[in-house]
C-alpha cells in the first residue's frame, strides 16, 4: 500500500534514512562526556570546574557566549585518547538516530605540551572511527566502489550474527578563523593528504566575529585547485561584502546564510549553491529570531537547494530526527515532502559517485518499507 503525503511525527522522523553533511565534531559532544571530561580536567588542575559549569549547563547562548562555549570544550578535549572516544560516540550517536551518510568536520589542532600536531589530532580521530564496534562504519573512499550493490538497501548488515547498522562516513578539516594563514594552509594540505583516508574536503568555521576573509583565501584556492570540496560558514553575522566574496569564490556548499540579502539569495540560487541548514542552532544562538522565521521557508519554497543538519547536537541538545521534526512540524511539511528532502541531500555530498549510488538504494528501499508516495518536495 502506498500512503500518499501524511503527518509527520518524530517517531517517523526518526525512523527515515537523514544524511549530515553540517556536524563538527566537538560540538556533537554527549552531555555527559563533556562533564565527565571537565571534572577529570579540574583534576588535573587544567581546569576550575565552577568557572566553567555555567557555560556547559546554560541551554540557549548568543554566538559570544556559544564560543565561550567551544573555547572550554577545546581546552578539555583536546587530547588523543579523548578525541578517539568523543569520534566513537559521535559516529554511534548519529548512527542511533538511523542517519545513513555522515560529513564529519574538525578542526585539526596542535598542542605542543602534550605532543599533538594536526596530523596526530587527525590520527585520534581516525582512531575512535576504528574503535567502533556496535556500528559498521564505511569511511575508506575505495569501500564505496567496492561494495556490490546486492548487499544494500539493507543499512543493518550481519556481521558475526550480529545485525550492525551501516553508516558511511566523510571528514572535511576545519580551518578556524582565528588561525593564520600559514596554519590554514597546513590544515588544507594534510586534507589533501589524507584523501585516501576518507577526508573529502575544508571547512571554514569559528567565531564569524574575528579574523578576515582574506587571510584564508590562498589556502581555500589551494584546496580548490587540488580538488577538495569546499563548504563555508557564510553569513552568520551582518558581513555583507564578505558573503558578497564568500559567493563570488564559488563554494560548494555554505552554512548557515542567516543574513543573506535579496542579491546574495539571487547569486546562490544562480551558483546553485546548497545552504546546509541548522535550525536549532541558528534560534538558539539568535541568528534567527524563531523557527517560524527562519529562511529554511524562503529557501524551501524557492526551490533553493537545502540540506537539514544539526551543527552542533550536543551544544544544541539536538539531533537529525529532531531537526526534521523541527521544519515538517513548523512549515507543515507532510511525509513525502520531508523524506523527498532528505533524499535530496544525495546530490550534496562530497564522496563520490558510487556511495551515491548506494545511498540511493537505501533511500528506494526505505521508501518501500514506509510506504510513502514521493513526487511532491522541494528538489
Ligand atoms: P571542532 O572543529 O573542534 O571539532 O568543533 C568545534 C569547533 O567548530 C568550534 O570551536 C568552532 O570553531 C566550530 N563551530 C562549531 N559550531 C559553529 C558555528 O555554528 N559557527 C561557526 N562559525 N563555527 C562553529
Keep these: 500500500m502506498v500512503e ?6 518524530m517517531e517517523w522522523c526518526i525512523a527515515q534514512p537523514k544524511i549530515e553533511l553540517h556536524a563538527h565534531l566537538n560540538g556533537s559532544i554527549r552531555d555527559s562526556t563533556l562533564l565527565e571530561l571537565a571534572k577529570d580536567s579540574r583534576e588535573k588542575g587544567a ?13 540557549t547562548r548568543s554566538v559570544m557566549e556559544c564560543f565561550k562555549l567551544f573555547d572550554v570544550i577545546r581546552t578539555i578535549t583536546t587530547d588523543h585518547a579523548a578525541l578517539s572516544r568523543i569520534t566513537k560516540e559521535v559516529i554511534e550517536d548519529f548512527a542511533a538516530d538511523n542517519v545513513v551518510y555522515l560529513e564529519l ?8 605540551q602534550i605532543g ?9 580521530v581516525l582512531d575512535g572511527m ?3 564496534e556496535t556500528v559498521e562504519v564505511s569511511f575508506l573512499p575505495s569501500c564505496g566502489s567496492k561494495e556490490k550493490l546486492e548487499q544494500f538497501p539493507n543499512t543493518n548488515v550481519a556481521i558475526n550474527g550480529e545485525k550492525r547498522r551501516k553508516l558511511y562516513v566523510r571528514l572535511l578539516l576545519s580551518i578556524d578563523r582565528c588561525e593564520s594563514a600559514a596554519s590554514a594552509m597546513e590544515t588544507v594540505q594534510l586534507a589533501y593528504k589524507m584523501r585516501h583516508l ?14 578576515e576573509w582574506l587571510t584564508f583565501l590562498p589556502a581555500l584556492k589551494w584546496a580548490k585547485e587540488y580538488g ?4 563555508l560558514h557564510c553569513g552568520e553575522v551582518y558581513n555583507p561584502n564578505e558573503i558578497k566574496a564568500m559567493l563570488e569564490f564559488c563554494p560548494q556548499r555554505v552554512g548557515h546564510a542567516c543574513w543573506f540579502e535579496q542579491e546574495d539569495w539571487t547569486k546562490l540560487k544562480s551558483l546553485n549553491i546548497p545552504v546546509e541548514v541548522c535550525l536549532s542552532s541558528n534560534v538558539q544562538t539568535c541568528r534567527v529570531s524563531s523557527i517560524r522565521d527562519h529562511h529554511f521557508d524562503y529557501l524551501y519554497r524557492n526551490n ?23 521544519a515538517a512540524s513548523t512549515f507543515g511539511l507532510n511525509k513525502a515532502q520531508m523524506f523527498e528532502l532528505s533524499r535530496n541531500a544525495i546530490k550534496h555530498v562530497f564522496a563520490d559517485e558510487s556511495v551515491k549510488i548506494l545511498l540511493n538504494s537505501i533511500f528506494d528501499s526505505a521508501q518501500r518499507e514506509l510506504a510513502i508516495a514521493v513526487g511532491s518536495g522541494n528538489s
Design 198 to 211: 576518507g577526508v573529502v574536503g575544508v571547512d571554514l568555521s569559528g567565531n564569524p566575529l574575528v579574523g
Design 116 to 124: 599533538m600536531t594536526k596530523c596526530s589530532y587527525m590520527e585520534a
Design 4 to 9: 500518499d503525503g501524511g503527518r509527520v511525527d
Design 304 to 326: 533553493l537547494p537545502l540540506v537539514l543538519c544539526t551543527d552542533d547536537s550536543g551544544v544544541f541538545s539536538t539531533n537529525l530526527s529532531r531537526e526534521y521534526y523541527l
Design 228 to 231: 577538495l570540496a569546499i563548504t
Design 47 to 59: 581546569l576550575a570546574f565552577s568557572d566553567v559549569e555555567h557555560v556547559i549547563k546554560k541551554c
Design 130 to 132: 576504528r574503535a567502533i
Design 105 to 112: 568536520r574538525t578542526t585539526p589542532k596542535k598542542n605542543e
